[in-house]
């Protein structure tokens, strides 16, 4: 879920798993589709219910995606849609960041752009962020990509991501019926602390 430009599907597509990779963004799915890989995947644009029913070995969300879903409301239905697509004893697997680590403090200390180049073009970007801060528990802030050439502003996006506590996306998790929820500090699976800069949490249905 929230497969983006498919960087991650394609490495699970080339180990030989059949993938259903789902995301809202039209063009983000069309570039996905465009890159050569082997594998089997299924492109979906959509969100997670568009999931099916009891099809699932594995859910996988990524890249912080979790942090999109800004209501109790919203979060509840993609989790309670994550435990209808899969199958009895399937795998929830997600990421997010740990509000005790405040990495916006160094997000907001670093005033450079970010530079990437135009897959259509070529041209050179620049990725300008400006932060709003915090209303609760909400950050806001804008991204600003400019052609770094000529300095054309092509996209001006208003981002927002909500810090959920550990606590509270366990609890989360029971509600909707997963059992055996663990959560690790990184990637390696190593116990989250309170120093922890992003959570892992692996559940079962």
């Known amino acids: ?3 983006g430009t498919g960087r991650l599907t394609t490495h699970f597509a080339k180990a030989g798993y059949h993938i259903t990779a ?5 063009e983000a799915i069309e570039y996905a589709k465009n890159k050569k890989y082997p594998g089997e995947v299924t492109w979906i644009v959509g969100d997670s219910s568009d999931l099916q029913t009891n099809a699932f ?15 109790d409301k919203s979060w509840q239905q993609v989790i309670s849609d994550a435990y209808r697509a899969l199958k009895p004893a399937g795998h929830f697997i997600f990421d997010t960041r740990n509000p005790l680590a405040r990495a916006w403090e ?8 970010d530079v990437a180049i135009n897959q259509a073009t070529g041209e050179p970007l620049e990725i300008w962020t400006e932060y709003e801060g915090f209303v609760d528990d909400i950050y806001t802030f804008y991204e600003t990509v400019k052609n770094a050439r000529t300095d054309e502003v092509l996209i001006h996006e208003k981002m927002q991501l909500k810090f959920r506590t550990q606590e509270e996306l366990y609890e989360s998790l029971q509600r909707v019926g997963f ?27």
């Open 1 to 3: 879920m929230g497969c």
């Open 22 to 26: 789902v995301d809202p963004n039209e």
């Open 57 to 71: 070995d594995t859910v996988i969300m990524t890249a912080n995606v979790a942090q999109v879903f800004l209501t």
């Open 106 to 113: 160094q997000w907001e200390k670093d005033m450079t752009p």
């Open 179 to 205: 059992s055996q929820i663990q959560v690790y500090g990184d990637w390696e699976f190593k116990d989250a602390t309170v120093e922890t800069k992003s959570y892992i949490f692996h559940s079962i249905k």
